[in-house]
């Protein structure tokens, strides 16, 4: 079955350092991958998405890269600021049913100034 | 003019209620979702509905029961609330197909907090 399995948090930074928070995932076919972004009291935002292997997703400074060898698709970012604080859930749907989406379980972030 | 909105926000109740939260999107899409998120953050599907028919309908209790009068709201009814019950309920939409390559970004409402006690 699909699944997808991201670091436990939280991820404690100082501004301006440098971000990774890994995912990796289980899924028969070729899935589509997302970075989703919950900010305190709100919903989900899409963050940036990759739809076959090798693409890059980027927005915000936020980079994943589909790497379908290692089964991942780790969230950087070269410089974080107190504004990305925030819960970040890495997602794919299933390649044979698109609206059908699997969740990891969340990693906070948070960024001191 | 909020894209997914949901109504109530907050929604605390007693043990064996019967509640329902609503859900509206005005952004034309033809897929609408709801979601549950437990006190650990774990977000799992439960139903979707696409033109107002139900395409998943994940192993939920069958005291849930999902509606969606049109394609811009998709409701949820929950039967004799339990304390299990308790989490942040999502609804979301996403466009559906664009000519025949399947657009799937969920677009999500600001979520309804259920506490049942």
């Known amino acids: 079955g699909n699944s997808v399995t991201q670091m436990e948090g939280p991820v404690t930074l100082s501004e301006e350092a440098f971000l990774t928070i890994n995912c990796t995932y289980t899924?028969?076919?070729?899935?589509?991958l997302f970075w989703y972004v919950q900010y305190p009291g709100e919903g989900l935002q899409l963050l940036l998405k990759a739809t076959k292997a090798d693409d890059k997703g980027s927005n915000k400074g936020f980079e994943a890269t589909y790497r379908k060898e290692t089964t991942s698709f780790h969230l950087e970012k070269g410089s974080v600021q107190v504004s990305d604080s925030a819960v970040y859930f890495c997602?794919?749907?299933?390649?044979?049913?698109?609206?059908?989406?699997?969740f990891g379980s969340g990693t906070k972030l948070n960024v001191k100034p | 003019d909020t894209a997914v909105s949901q109504t109530p926000k907050y929604l605390v109740t007693q043990m064996g209620n019967d509640k329902s939260i609503k859900c509206e999107q005005n952004l034309g899409h033809d897929t609408m979702y709801w979601y549950k998120q437990d006190s650990k953050k774990f977000l799992k599907i439960m139903f979707s509905y696409n033109n107002k028919e139900l395409i998943i309908n994940e192993t939920v209790p069958n005291r849930f029961s999902p509606k969606s009068p049109d394609k811009a709201h998709l409701n949820l009814h929950i039967n004799s609330l339990e304390l299990g019950d308790s989490a942040v309920y999502f609804c979301?939409?996403?466009?559906?197909?664009?000519?025949?390559?399947?657009?799937?970004?969920?677009?999500f409402g600001p979520g309804t907090r259920l506490t049942v006690l």
């Open positions: 899924a028969t076919g070729y899935p589509s």
């Open positions: 997602a794919l749907s299933d390649t044979y049913n698109f609206n059908k989406f699997y």
């Open positions: 979301a939409s996403s466009p559906g197909l664009a000519g025949e390559v399947p657009y799937n970004e969920q677009f």
